[in-house]
């Protein structure tokens, strides 16, 4: 297994300086999409490229994985746009999209509309679903767009994938809920630590 690894490694690597930034956009349009392909695999050897042999620029790595996230994710929000949603119920399950994954998605969507595009562009599972329930109910693309450029983005600014903690999905999403007011530092202490705020001497 680590044979094999080390060998799908290394043939991409040569693959990157053939394909170069049209071949991180293609598979960050894959990852993006129902396709197995993990960002992990994808951006951190470009990110490597960049430092020892100055191959690429991070900041052509963090553009081209961005526009392939874009393509792969529009790719699902259009195709859940124009199937509807009771065809993906019966018929996801034989594309890796099971019943289950749809109603999570929709339920995370639902719930926190264009910040849970957002936020989900920064979670392993849900960015690869989020465009089914954005174009089951027909979210407004344009918005879509700008949730899905702006998660992607942030997520590839150092040239790696960004994966969050649970502590840290808990607080996104304690501030996605409470988007259309300022919330104290006590409140964000006692819903997401489950205590309240105490005062350090150093503050």
């Known amino acids: 297994?680590?044979?094999?690894?080390?060998?799908?490694?290394?043939?991409?690597l040569e693959a990157l300086d053939q394909g170069g930034y049209w071949l991180i956009g293609l598979l960050m349009a894959m990852e993006s999409s129902i396709l197995p392909v993990p960002s992990e695999f994808v951006i951190p050897p470009?990110?490597?490229?960049?430092?020892?042999?100055?191959?690429f620029t991070l900041t052509g790595i963090v553009i081209a994985g961005?526009?392939?996230?874009w393509v792969g994710a529009s790719v699902m929000y259009w195709a859940s746009y124009l199937i509807g949603r009771p065809l993906l119920m019966k018929y996801g399950r034989y594309v890796m999209i099971t019943p289950e994954k749809i109603q999570q998605a929709e339920a995370w969507s639902s719930h926190y509309g264009m910040v849970g595009v957002f936020i989900s562009r920064l979670l392993p599972v849900i960015r690869h679903l989020i465009g089914i329930p954005a174009g089951v109910v027909r979210m407004h693309f344009g918005w879509?767009?700008?949730?899905?450029?702006?998660?992607?983005s942030m997520a590839l600014l150092d040239g790696t994938p960004l994966e969050l903690t649970v502590r840290e999905l808990e607080l996104l999403t304690a501030l996605a809920e409470r988007?259309?007011?300022?919330?104290s530092r006590e409140?964000?202490?006692?819903?997401?630590?489950?205590?309240?705020?105490?005062?350090?001497?150093?503050?």
């Open 66 to 69: 961005t526009v392939g996230s």
């Open 144 to 152: 879509y767009s700008l949730a899905t450029i702006l998660g992607s």
């Open 187 to 203: 409140e964000l202490y006692r819903v997401v630590w489950g205590e309240p705020y105490r005062k350090s001497d150093r503050s």
């Open 179 to 183: 988007h259309d007011r300022i919330v």
């Open 46 to 55: 470009a990110a490597y490229l960049a430092h020892s042999k100055g191959t």
């Open 1 to 12: 297994m680590h044979e094999m690894l080390a060998s799908l490694i290394h043939w991409y």
